[in-house]
């Protein structure tokens, strides 16, 4: 059995392969904080956010999208100046926005619900033999992607928000041949 081919040698992206990446979650603000680390990620490798994960975890105050919502320009002077995370205005600020629609729809449905009623609540179960067969965005992580912007959500591309499913469960891209892809196929709620 291999791994999905995407997995590098260095030991954190194997654990994070193993014990986390597309494991169904159905927390509002965990869900939340991989969807922002994702827009964290566009243009950079996923391996850089998961070396900075612990300090993103610090600097933005847990995740809690309920403290970020209050933030202002005091906070983004100081996580701009924060050297154990990624210092792009334009995803901090986005950050900001990000966490106040969050609560938005988590007052009005609960995010997950949101979310997960995409895929009928349980994860799409895939079947791809291959790596090079995964594709990088769908039709549903482009309707996702409409729905969350016209919510009020930034960076959050297609391609961002397919990264983001597979991350959180929401469908199961661990090829036939990862050990991994029956166990997460078993974790349906």
């Known amino acids: 059995m291999e791994r999905c081919g995407w997995v590098g040698l260095e030991q954190i992206y194997v654990d994070y392969h193993d014990t986390d990446w597309g494991v169904p979650e159905y927390d509002s603000p965990a869900l939340w904080e991989k969807l922002v680390l994702d827009g964290f990620q566009a243009g950079l490798s996923w391996l850089t956010i998961l070396k900075k994960r612990e300090n993103f975890r610090t600097a933005f105050a847990g995740f809690d999208p309920n403290i970020i919502a209050t933030w202002g320009e005091d906070e983004i002077t100081r996580l701009l100046q924060d050297a154990g995370i ?18 938005k729809i988590e007052q009005r449905e609960g995010f997950n619900t949101f979310l997960w009623n995409y895929v009928g609540g349980a994860p799409l179960q895939n079947h791809w033999e291959t790596q090079a067969d995964v594709p990088p965005f769908t039709e549903l992580s482009t309707q996702i992607s409409k729905d969350l912007k016209k919510e009020g959500f930034r960076f959050c591309g297609p391609t961002i928000v397919y990264a983001f499913m597979e991350a959180v469960g929401m469908v199961n891209d661990h090829i036939i041949t990862c050990p991994r892809h029956a166990d997460v196929a078993k974790l349906i709620r």
């Open 86 to 103: 990624i210092r792009h205005r334009g995803k901090i600020e986005a950050t900001i926005g990000n966490a106040r629609v969050w609560q």
